[in-house]
């Protein structure tokens, strides 16, 4: 059986999870525009490929001293309102049709789990591989929890995934709009580049990977 692999921002979604998450949390007052002043030129580098990977090994202090239930509700939330109308109906199609086939979908995302698990429901997937938040009981320290799942750490974390269920790698397709997973892209038995960044369409040409254009 297939083991399909789907990234998530800009994959599924016309935008990224942790926008939802940002613009919900400042209706919320949660955080101050102060505080996420350095956020679009972040993702201003990462769409351009200029995104160094030790930059989502930082600590983020706008998380600091939020509880779990505050954090799930912000994504949730964040989702519901902003998320929904983001969804890419053919992507929505295609999990559908694997689902339907019996087929085994799961989703890796550098994104935190608490912004795309509304996201895995909406789909109906039950494992998401993401980067977490690290807690001190109830509150969040402000520190991501282990290494980010991005780039090489989320082939990593994909690859332990994998061993620890007996997958074997070559029966696994992968989806992903980013440069940034061109790691898992090249490990897998199937890649396919999704609406591909810059860098990302040129790899697929040059790998002779499948390119889909999701709307």
């Not at 969804?87 to 085994?104: M, P, R, T």
């Not at 429901?121 to 991501?144: K, N, Q, W």
């Amino acid at each position: 059986m297939k083991t399909y692999i789907f990234d998530i921002d800009h994959t599924l979604l016309r935008s990224a999870t942790g926008i939802y998450f940002v613009k919900e949390g400042l209706t919320r007052k949660f955080f101050q525009r102060r505080q996420l002043i350095r956020i679009p030129i972040v993702l201003i580098k990462y769409r351009m490929g200029f995104l160094k990977g030790n930059i989502v090994e930082r600590e983020i202090p706008f998380m600091k001293g939020l509880t779990r239930k505050d954090i799930e509700e912000i994504g949730r939330a964040g989702f519901r309102k902003y998320g929904l109308s983001d969804v890419y109906e053919d992507a929505k199609n295609l999990i559908q049709n694997l689902k339907n086939q019996g087929s085994h979908v799961i989703f890796a995302t550098s994104s935190f789990d608490y912004s795309v698990r509304p996201v895995a429901e909406y789909f109906g997937i039950d494992d998401v591989i993401a980067s977490s938040f690290e807690f001190d009981g109830d509150s969040c320290t402000g520190y991501i929890e282990g290494r980010a799942a991005f780039g090489d750490s989320k082939k990593t974390k994909v690859m332990a995934y994998l061993e620890d269920r007996g997958i074997n790698k070559n029966d696994c397709v992968f989806y992903s709009d980013s440069h940034h997973d061109i790691p898992l892209l090249e490990y897998v038995g199937k890649a396919v580049a999704v609406n591909p960044d810059r860098k990302l369409k040129s790899a697929a040409i040059k790998n002779g990977w499948e390119i889909l254009r999701f709307r």
